[in-house]
Nanobody, 115 residues
């Protein structure tokens, strides 16, 4: 299983970015698709997840600015990030958890927000 993330980059504060992550390979049914992020010197944290039936969770610190969505047919998850702040600067990782409990990680995509 491979997870390919895209959409990161450099953005000014207040701007928007849309991250995408496509899963490929032999995958049993996917339960969760998640986005994590890790800022320099900080632990990796869960940003958002979406379940197979479309249920979503978004961490409080970005709840009013970020949205997660999923295309089950394409095994793809998106993270729409609006009103970006410098504190959103991090490497963003997508994560997939199958119904059997297997977890897979993508390599990460850098998001840098300048003030």
């Amino acid at each position: 299983v491979q997870l390919q993330a895209s959409g990161g980059g450099l953005m000014q504060a207040g701007g928007s970015l849309r991250l995408s992550c496509a899963a490929s390979g032999i995958i049993s049914s996917i339960r969760y698709m998640r986005w994590y992020r890790q800022a320099p010197g900080r632990e990796r944290e869960l940003v958002a997840h979406v379940t197979s039936d479309g249920g979503t969770y978004i961490t409080n610190s970005v709840k009013d600015r970020f949205a997660i969505s999923r295309d089950n047919a394409k095994n793809t998850v998106h993270l729409q990030m609006n009103s970006l702040k410098p504190e959103d600067t991090a490497v963003y990782y997508c994560n997939l958890e199958s119904v059997t409990g297997m977890r897979y990680w993508g390599k990460g995509t850098q998001v840098t927000v300048s003030s």
